[in-house]
Nanobody, 117 residues
């Protein structure tokens, strides 16, 4: 499985941004995709994840209401819609995939999101 993330960039606080992650390769066992992020000097943290079977989605409590995860099954693509961005959302956002709900097995390259004040 290969993951290609895109959509990062420099925005101002309060703006919105939508990240995309396209999956290619042998996706037969892939049942979950999601996003984690790593801010400078901090550990990587889960942002959101979404599964196909059963149909499930999760956004971290601290981000719920501003961030939404969705998918396009036909395009094997997962999206992260980020609204009302804050400077503390500045991080490298990593797309990832897994065979189960509980763990990411494959990571894509990160895409940098910078939120200026």
């Amino acid at each position: 499985v290969q993951l290609q993330a895109s959509g990062g960039g420099l925005v101002q606080a309060g703006d919105s941004l939508k990240l995309s992650c396209a999956a290619t390769g042998d996706l037969f066992s892939t049942n979950m995709m999601g996003w984690s992020r790593q801010a400078p000097g901090k550990e990587r943290e889960l942002v959101a994840k979404i599964a196909w079977s059963p149909d499930s989605a999760h956004v971290e409590d601290s981000l719920r209401g501003r961030f939404t995860i969705s998918r396009d099954n036909g395009k094997n693509t997962v999206y992260l819609q980020m609204n009302s961005l804050k400077t503390e959302d500045t991080a490298v956002y990593y797309c990832a995939a897994g065979t189960s709900w509980s763990r990411f097995d494959v990571w894509g390259q990160g895409t940098l999101v910078t939120v200026s004040s």
